[in-house]
């Protein structure tokens, strides 16, 4: 089913978190700007159940074998952002996939456009002995992210590069996952989820952290951040988050 694919990974974030937490992912910092990510995701079953019906729809055949992950489609996603490499992409089971990949600069791993160039997701400084790395996402910059994953013109497709790319009222963005959900859950039991749902990020640096702005410390290298769902649905404000660490 090829239009579902496009949204995939963002659909599987929001239905991640509100799974608690399906989606596994990791920064680890070499040095200054290199490093690796690691992504797991684990494909919750009201988001395979809801793909499943798209399918269905457009007149594929659905069995619990079937894995809505397109592999092919992701690779060249990941082929448009000259800053990073994909190492692995490896389908653990018909509902989890793993995505390893390696980038020379964590500032320029996402396509060059004039909104990431200006206002990058990533940006790191020097002062001495300390190095800080900075994240912002805001509704432009959102755009290189997007750009990754080849999106379709179908409904969902661009209800979703809609919802990112101009934010939106959190109030407003609840009852929009409330009505995509309701005939696969409670509407109360969608929204206490909503409620609850957040999406965790790790970034392991190289060096003893000293600072952390927007997160919490995991470990003397590691820092957690923590966003909550409808906030990062919405961007509004934009999120920030920092970490600064000994070199």
């Given at each position: ?224 951040f923590r966003i909550p769902l409808l ?8 999120l920030e988050f920092a970490v600064s660490?000994?070199?």
């Amino acid at each position: 089913m090829r239009n579902a694919t496009p949204v995939l990974l963002i659909l599987s974030l929001i239905l991640a978190a509100l799974s608690s937490c399906s989606v596994a992912s990791s920064i680890q910092l070499e040095d200054a700007a290199a490093g690796n990510v690691n992504t797991r995701i684990t494909m919750d079953p009201l988001l395979r159940e809801y793909l499943g019906d798209l399918a269905e729809v457009q007149g594929a055949d659905v069995d619990e074998s079937t894995s809505f992950f397109d592999t092919a489609a992701l690779t060249a996603g990941f082929a448009t952002a000259d800053g990073i490499s994909l190492t692995g992409l490896i389908l653990e089971a018909p509902e989890t996939l793993r995505i390893l990949a390696s980038f020379a600069d964590i500032q320029h791993i996402f396509p060059g456009n004039i909104d990431t160039r200006s206002n990058p997701v990533f940006s790191f400084r020097r002062s001495g002995n300390t190095g800080t790395l900075n994240i912002r996402i805001d509704s432009r910059n959102v755009a290189s992210i997007l750009e990754m994953i080849p999106m379709g013109s179908d409904p969902v497709s661009q209800t979703v590069t809609g919802v990112f790319q101009n934010g939106g009222d959190e109030e407003e963005l609840k009852e929009m996952l409330i009505w995509t959900f309701e005939e696969y859950a409670p509407a109360d039991t969608i929204e206490r989820m909503i409620d609850s749902a957040a999406i965790l990020l790790r970034i392991q640096v190289p060096g003893r952290i000293e600072n952390i702005e927007g997160g919490i410390r995991h470990s003397a290298d590691t820092a957690e951040f923590r966003i909550p769902l409808l906030r990062f649905m919405s961007l509004n404000p934009p999120l920030e988050f920092a970490v600064s660490y000994s070199l």
